[in-house]
């Protein structure tokens, strides 16, 4: 039985696992919808979009693309791309050509080679504002030349880190500088220990039969020693966690989630804007 509580590719939804796969972070199809409605909130008509060539970069590409093309908006170019590539040049042109009023920039690591070959093009975030996601949502700071991503937006999945949460998370580890996805991992750590409690059991499926039952339709508990002294008295409970409801669907993915809206300074960092809640089935 496994638990994640970070992967976010839509293929996971359909996946053949046998009843034993969940995850607490919500499938790209609720981040691809906030974003391409941020987008179109923004009035930007006319998207491109560089996308990478795997399952999670061309999933979060359909579900955006979807949100922006039902808000009135157009994809007028998208350019998948091999993350192993050398040079993204010709992609990067592709865009140029098209004329976009924004860039969605999908992918990892590689963003930051990319990102270079934008501005050497003309296509700054001023010029042409970048939409980031979760895979290259990053506090670039010093690495670029100030103001590099001055504008640029971006979408990460996960509830909100309240102070209080932080402070007994760096009560564990004071070096602890990320709090992407830690309500999801608290979370996918006290509902998995919840589940083999009610189950009474370290064997795999037994856990897994028990991971809807402990997070829905019983007695309200947020924490585990409350939730598990239920447990022992024999009352059906239901775990509402750091990250919300944490109500599983048939496929494992959490019925209702968070998406976190960002935006970058001159000092290329970013900071929040807002959280939109939103179904999965939409």
């Known amino acids: 039985m496994q638990i994640s509580p970070a992967n976010t590719s839509d293929a996971f ?27 179109v909130k923004d009035g930007k008509a006319k998207v491109g979009m560089l996308v990478l060539q795997d399952s999670y970069g061309t999933g979060l590409a359909k579900s955006t693309r979807a949100a922006i093309e039902s808000g009135g908006g157009q994809v007028v170019a998208e350019e998948v ?24 920039l999908i992918g990892f690591d590689e963003t930051k080679k990319i990102v270079p070959k934008l501005v050497e093009a003309g296509l700054t975030s001023k010029s042409k504002q970048w939409y980031l996601v979760d895979g290259n949502l990053s506090n670039y700071g010093k690495e670029f030349p ?14 909100k880190a309240d102070d209080a949460f932080k402070k007994s998370l760096l009560a564990v580890d004071p070096q602890l500088k990320d709090y992407n ?82 935006q ?14 939103g179904s999965i089935a939409g």
């Open 181 to 262: 996805y830690a309500p999801e991992s608290y979370d996918a750590t006290v509902v998995a220990a919840l589940a083999a409690t009610a189950a009474k059991s370290d064997v795999a499926t037994e856990i897994a039969k028990q991971m809807v039952t402990v997070t829905s339709g019983g007695t309200k508990c947020t924490a585990y020693k409350e939730c598990k002294d239920l447990l022992d008295k024999g009352t059906d409970i239901d775990y509402d966690g750091k990250s919300g409801p944490v109500e599983f669907n048939e496929a494992g993915d959490p019925s209702k989630a968070t998406i976190g809206i960002y």
């Open 146 to 159: 100030n103001g590099t991503f001055d504008r640029a937006k971006g979408t990460q999945p996960g509830a």
């Open 81 to 104: 791309y091999d993350p192993k590539a050398a040079d993204y040049s010709a992609e990067v042109g592709k865009i140029k050509q098209a004329n976009p009023d924004a860039i969605v």
């Open 13 to 39: 939804t359909t996946y053949k696992d046998n009843g034993l796969y969940f995850r607490t972070a919500p499938p790209d199809v609720l981040q691809g919808r906030v974003l391409g409605n941020e987008i």
């Open 264 to 277: 970058y300074g001159a000092d290329n960092t970013y900071k929040n804007l807002s959280y939109e809640a």
